[in-house]
Each structure stands twice: as structure tokens, then as C-alpha cells.
């Protein structure tokens, strides 16, 4: 039988990754000892594999594709297709960014300064580029972990990732720029770009994938409608297109159906009540094909 080879990311993408995986409607079953989750798909075969390798297992031929993030794929310097972007991380369905920070209270007050400094991170290859970039010459050391804690005793200055900013400041840290924004990529080699089972198996689970990813922040709203009261209730209805309008047996009432994005939920449904709308029923999605 035909497969693909799927890499999922190990670590902090993990835990969204699978979860996205199941609304998309895979189950992926993971055993502490191995790095071969089963998943309930025959045509797929996954490896648990670190972000940070993905590219190159990819570029290899070893996986047909995976998922990890931008930043990473950035940092291999590695030859590969990105497929889908996908946009979550580890605490959120948002980028993350990799910022420039220093200590509060520390003279270096714009990248410039950093000449001749010592700057501490995972994400070597990028920060360097940059560096050239801005033509600023310093010294680039690779942080094995608690990037947060080595200034100003271990580095004058540190690229980190963060998503809220909070572990910066609780280490005092004050971010000076951004080096780069990142979301979770899939990514793809020639070969299997060209092989036509392995494309069109790799384009389903993007649709799926992406179809999870947009119902994650939306939800369904259905209610039922006296007709003299319908066109009040569109007017405040927002939709991804136009809502359902379908009859109920009893001509007097319609049926409205749609998908709104769930930030505005609870400020809508007083309002359609008041409108006129009863039997108001809000509830969650899998997917959301556009």
C-alpha cells in the first residue's frame, strides 16, 4: 500500500499539532517509547521528530513532509516546499516572534550598538544574517536553554522567541526589535511534490488541516425566526457568506443558520433576541472549508 511519511513536531508544537489533527479528523495515538505514533489512517505514517531537524529529514527524503515552524526551516538554510501555512503555536493560534532583547537598564539602546557584543541564541544562522544585514558586526554564541538568564553576566544581548513577552520581563528584559515573526509551516520535498498519490494524499490532509485551523476560532448559530421579524435579524447577523434561511413547518417562523466567529458571540445573541430570534442555539465546528 502507498503512504506518505508525516512528521510531527516534538515539543512545543506537539500538544496543537495533535489536537488540530483529531478536529481534522485524525486520530493519532502516541506511545511513550516509541517515536512511531499510530495513527487511524492506512495511507500515512507518522515520526514524532524535533522541530529544529525537521527540514532536513524533509530535504532527505526521509519524510515525505512535516510540520514545524518557519523559524526553524529559516535556520536549516534546508531546500524545501512549504505547502501550507498554518497559523498556531504553542500557547495560541498567532505568530510568534523572535525579538532582540537586552537588559533593562543596559546602554544598548538600538541594534547598532551591538557592535563587538556577545548576543546569545538558538537561532544562530538567522542572527547573523541579520547582523549583515544591518552591517553590525558581534559575536554569536548558540544558547543551549535559559536564554533568559545569561545576560548580563553571559551575553550583552539575546534573540529569543516569545509569544507574550512575559517571561522576558519577569527575567527583566526590555525587547529593542524584532529579528523575525514565525507561524508553524508544512513542508515538502521535490520527489513527493512529484509523485501524484503522495501530492494529492499531502493536499487532503492541508485542506483538512486548514479547515480545522479556521474553525477554531468560529462557531455555528442557529435560531429560529418569526418571518415578519426576519429582515431585523439579518441586518445584525453577520456571516462568512449569507446566512441559511430554510422554512419551518409552520409558515409563520423560519429557520436561520450560520457561522460567525466566536469573539462576537456573546454580545450577538441579546441582541438577536431582542430582534426577535428564539430557540438560539450556538454551537462548536470540526472544520471549515472555504
Known sequence: MKKIKLGIPKGSLQETTLYLLKKAGFSVRLNERSYYPEIDDPEIECMLIRAQEMARYVESGVLDCGLCGSDWVAESGCKVTVV????????GFRKVRWVLAVP????????????GKRIAT??????????????????????????????????????????????????NLKIL?????????????????????KKQKID???????????AEEKVGLKMNVP??????????????????VADLSDERWVDVDTIISEKVVRDLIPKLKRAGATGIVEYPLNKVIY
Do not use: H
Open 204 to 214: 487532503n490532509l492541508m485542506l483538512l488541516l486548514k479547515g480545522a485551523l479556521n
Open 177 to 197: 526589535e524584532t529579528v523575525l515573526e514565525s507561524n508553524t509551516v508544512v513542508i515538502s520535498n521535490p520527489i513527493a511534490q512529484a509523485d501524484p498519490f
Open 227 to 244: 418571518r415578519d421579524k426576519l429582515a431585523g435579524v439579518l441586518v445584525i447577523l453577520p456571516s462568512l457568506q449569507k446566512p441559511t
Open 84 to 91: 501550507a501555512d498554518l497559523v498556531y503555536s504553542k500557547q
Open 104 to 115: 533593562i537598564g543596559s546602554q544598548i539602546k538600538k541594534i547598532k550598538d551591538l557592535k
Open 122 to 171: 538558538e537561532l544562530v544562522s538567522v542572527v547573523k544574517k541579520y547582523l549583515a544585514q544591518n552591517k553590525v558586526k558581534a559575536r554569536v554564541e548558540y544558547s543551549w536553554g535559559a536564554t533568559e538568564a545569561k545576560p548580563p553576566e553571559l551575553a550583552d544581548a539575546i534573540v529569543e522567541l516569545t509569544e507574550t513577552g512575559a517571561s522576558l520581563k519577569a527575567n
